[in-house]
């Protein structure tokens, strides 16, 4: 059952709560209670009371007076003032990155490698740090920060950088040249992973950046420009800007940009790829999904439990790929129910700094009232909702894990992006049915195909229209596999060889 | 297309061993498993991190659910004796410790077993049926069971006869399952309990122990175990859940309630946490207890008594401080 753990404090483990153990077994709870294992707040290192930009190798005041407050939002308790930045602040930031790129790009792939090489490696030594700040910014549990953003972030560099000397060879011709200076604009979901997404191809390739992290979850970014000092990054190769969209929209239609790269909402991306229309600046887009995770008859059934609970409770669902349209063949929809509903209740939800949490904290009270605005829409269209019985935290953005079941295709929960831990049940008769359904979506980013017959899956594969399909897992990511949609997903691909092209003059 | 489990359990669980067709049909239409995925749930139920009160309730849980167990060439009388003395009491200097679930041991070490454990609560548990290879005629596999419990066996640790698994004489193995558990009958109509081993390292693939899981459950074993500690691969995490899963679902498909054991292998407190998370996280309360769940291992009892001193002294003692057997 979830339990919620409110306390964050680092109670030091006693002899006397040991021996009181035997008595919280028959106290009426369940026999097995895990006792709070928090990881140490102080672990994220020192935060700042208040942030400027990185600018030049420099951190630097805002020229503007506006500031923006990020908050812990398992608690609401603000973290840091950060600076929203000013056109003037972008200006300065591409002109650092515009000074920067003629040295930064003349240097040999395997001198820019042992950059990248190192800044990987100074992520795996201060993995912690990085994971715990991460945790108390975004609100993802450490479990998650721990076991997957921090080694992902860490292999992207390191992948990378194994590039930068091998360019040639990368299928682009000879001697590739980079695009220039690149404008990155990343999301709040998984902040230093597409830190990474962005930032370690460009510099392999031999571009410099100017990166606006999102808003709400700027700690991690601008704990990484400490990194990029501690690796000794020449000047103005790593530019880091802070604020909200208007900056982000400063940045992205700034004149002096060559490339521009976005992870974020379609909408957004839609305003972007508008602005830069006529222009000669690159762009990429990673954008929305509305996966289908698609389950036959004939699956390894406890496997594709665990997939689903994976493909949309994993990070809150706060994943762009998430696996938020369930497709289960009509023949196994009680069955597949009934257990994903016992696995459900076994979820636990609260402190994202406690190292048995799998649930955490909504990332702001802006997503959170859109989750809301969309969940009260499903029942009102008369989906049946369901969640496991489980206490959230008073303060805070908390959301329960929740599954809609009886959703037609019609509905705006099958249709809309909800980017939370809600998840929309659709039934399915036939393959053909299946990949009929699964492809009637503006989005087209991702895909599970979860059944014991091969033939079927190289089949659905080949049909279905989605920029990666899943066999019998979900949301599984390595650097050296390509990432990026179909429609409205966006544009471009992030991650593998393919990943180069967007940072290639080609 | 397979038939849906649980459903096609309940409607096809009587005929289901009335042919060599029909049992083969109903072990090969249960669903799949997909090994990645089974490893990698297993996998992340042993990152959970269990402290303080909850780690001293699951040492003392694992303590009484373990099957104490010594079964070499070279047991003898005085070896087995000491070995009950430290099941009925692990820790001389703490009382409170509890004691374990059972000991095991071979057929002819059970009256010596059953002596020494006299008016405790411990168990006897006998490995039988040619145990561990199984390679006998059926005429002498029940000779051994039916002598361990005439001397006193509580609990009867069977192997399955794996050559005939692997081969798929499935009903061969059904028959021999139920064999043994007539022979497990006392004379005053009681039974001891039936284990049923099925040595996971040689069935292989988590597809064979599934089946294996259900044949036996079909047949009517009170509890399933993974391995006899003889062969190279013994009890794993992913071959445990395996087992949880098809108990889990044989009591929802029948309302019969069985067991679970893994051996060998579970050497340290760290180890036996992850199983008992898993059994938490997938069976939950009702299987917490010895009566559901035990541990086949032998030096993990020392490890969890020096764990548990130091919850209670705040020191690690070390392993002179704990009793060699």
């Given at each position: 059952m979830a339990t919620p753990k409110t306390s964050t404090k680092t109670g030091k483990k006693t002899a006397a709560a040991a021996v009181e153990a035997p008595r919280a077994a028959t106290s009426?709870?369940?026999l097995f209670e895990y006792a709070p294992a928090p990881e140490s707040r102080?672990?994220?290192g020192e935060i700042a009371g208040s942030y400027g930009h990185y600018i030049n190798g420099e951190f630097v005041e805002s020229t503007g007076k506006e500031t923006l407050t990020t908050v812990?939002?398992?608690?609401?308790q603000a973290l840091a003032e950060i600076a929203q930045g000013t056109a003037k602040d972008v200006d300065r930031a591409v002109a650092a990155a515009r000074e920067a790129f003629t040295s930064w790009s003349a240097l040999p792939g395997a001198e820019r490698g042992k950059y990248l090489f190192r800044i990987a490696r100074i992520i795996q030594e201060r993995s912690r740090e990085l994971a715990v700040l991460e945790s108390i910014d975004n609100g993802k549990p450490i479990r998650e920060t721990r076991d997957f953003d921090l080694p992902m972030v860490a292999a992207h560099f390191f992948y990378y950088a194994g590039w930068a000397d091998k360019l040639e060879f990368?299928?682009?011709?000879?001697?590739p040249r980079p695009v220039g200076v690149a404008a990155q604009v990343i999301p709040w979901n998984f902040p230093l992973m597409m830190l990474a997404w962005k930032i370690a191809p460009a510099l392999a390739t031999g571009n410099t950046v100017v990166l606006k992290p999102a808003e709400t979850t700027p700690l991690t970014a601008l704990r990484f420009a400490e990194i990029c000092r501690q690796a000794g990054?020449?000047?103005?190769v790593v530019n880091i800007v802070t604020g909200d969209g208007r900056t982000g929209a400063a940045l992205t239609g700034h004149?002096?940009?060559?490339k521009v790269a976005f992870t974020g909402s379609t909408d957004v991306g839609r305003a972007i790829a508008r602005t830069l229309a006529g222009s000669r600046t690159k762009l990429s887009l990673e954008l929305g999904g509305k996966a289908a995770n698609i389950v036959f008859d004939d699956a390894p059934i406890d496997q594709a439990v665990e997939g689903i609970v994976n493909g949309i409770f994993f990070n809150q669902g706060h994943v762009?790929?998430?696996?938020?349209r369930l497709l289960v063949q009509e023949s196994v929809h009680d069955e597949v129910m009934d257990a994903l509903r016992r696995r459900m209740a076994t979820l636990r939800i609260g402190?994202?700094?406690?190292?048995?949490?799998d649930v955490g904290a909504i990332n702001s009270a802006a997503q959170l009232a859109r989750i809301r605005e969309l969940t009260d829409a499903g029942e009102a269209e008369g989906a049946e909702r369901w969640s496991p019985a489980c206490e959230l935290p008073t303060t805070g953005y908390w959301f329960a894990p929740t599954v809609f079941t009886?959703?037609?295709?019609?509905h705006r929960i099958a249709r809309e992006?909800?980017?939370?831990p809600v998840l929309s049940v659709l039934t399915f008769r036939t393959p053909e049915e299946a990949v009929a359904k699964a492809n009637?979506?503006?989005?087209?980013?991702s895909a599970g195909v979860w059944t014991e017959k091969g033939s079927r899956i190289l089949w659905m594969a080949s049909r279905l229209k989605a920029g990666v399909v899943w066999s019998n897992t979900f949301n599984k990511f390595d650097p050296t596999s390509p990432f990026g949609g179909y429609k409205e997903s966006g544009y471009g691909r992030e991650g593998g060889?393919?990943?180069?092209e967007a940072y290639l003059n080609v | 297309m397979p038939p849906n489990p649980p459903a096609a359990a309940v409607a096809g669980l009587a005929e289901a061993a009335s042919s060599e067709a029909t049992l083969r049909r109903f072990l090969h239409g249960l669903p799949g498993i997909d090994a990645v995925g089974l490893e990698s749930r297993a996998a992340s139920l042993g990152t959970r991190s269990i402290k303080t009160s909850a780690k001293a309730y699951a040492i003392d849980l694992a303590i009484s659910m373990i099957d104490l167990t010594t079964l070499e060439g070279a047991d003898t009388p005085g070896k087995v004796r000491s070995l009950c003395a430290k099941a009925m009491r692990p820790d001389p200097s703490d009382s409170s410790a509890p004691s374990t679930a059972a000991i095991c041991v071979y057929p002819d070490m059970v009256a010596t077993a059953r002596t020494a454990l006299n008016g405790s609560r411990v168990q006897v548990a006998a490995v039988a049926t040619?145990?561990?290879?199984?390679?006998?005629?059926l005429p002498v596999k029940l000779a051994d069971t039916a002598e361990a419990v005439a001397a006193g066996a509580d609990e009867i640790d069977m192997v399955i006869d794996r050559g005939a698994f692997l081969s798929g004489r499935y009903l061969e193995v059904f028959e021999m399952i139920q064999a043994v558990k007539a022979a497990c009958r006392r004379p005053d109509g009681s039974s001891a309990h039936l284990k049923v081993i099925f040595e996971t390292g040689e069935l292989q693939t988590y597809d064979n122990v599934r089946r294996a899981s259900w044949l036996a459950m079909l047949a009517g074993a009170d509890f399933i175990k993974t391995s006899t500690?003889?062969?190279?691969?013994?009890?794993?995490p992913p071959v445990t859940l395996v087992l949880l899963e098809a108990v889990r679902d044989f009591r929802e498909a029948t309302g019969v309630q069985v067991g679970v054991k893994p051996a060998g292998g579970i050497r340290t407190t760290k180890d036996a946490m992850k199983y008992l998370v898993m059994v938490n996280e997938?069976?939950?309360?009702?299987?917490?207890s010895p009566d559901w769940f035990r541990f086949g291992a032998s030096s993990l009892l020392n490890d969890l008594l020096m764990q548990r001193q130091k919850l209670t002294t705040g020191r690690y003692s070390g392993p002179d401080y704990v009793t060699v057997d």
């Open positions: 009426g709870r369940k102080a672990a994220a812990d939002p398992s608690t609401e990368a299928g682009y011709g000879p001697n990054l020449p000047r103005g004149p002096g940009v060559d762009c790929c998430a696996g938020s402190d994202p700094l406690d190292k048995n949490t009886g959703v037609s295709a019609t992006e909800i980017f939370g009637n979506t503006p989005y087209g980013l060889r393919h990943g180069l | 040619a145990f561990p290879s199984g390679r006998a005629g500690g003889k062969v190279a691969v013994n009890a794993t997938t069976l939950g309360d009702d299987w917490l």
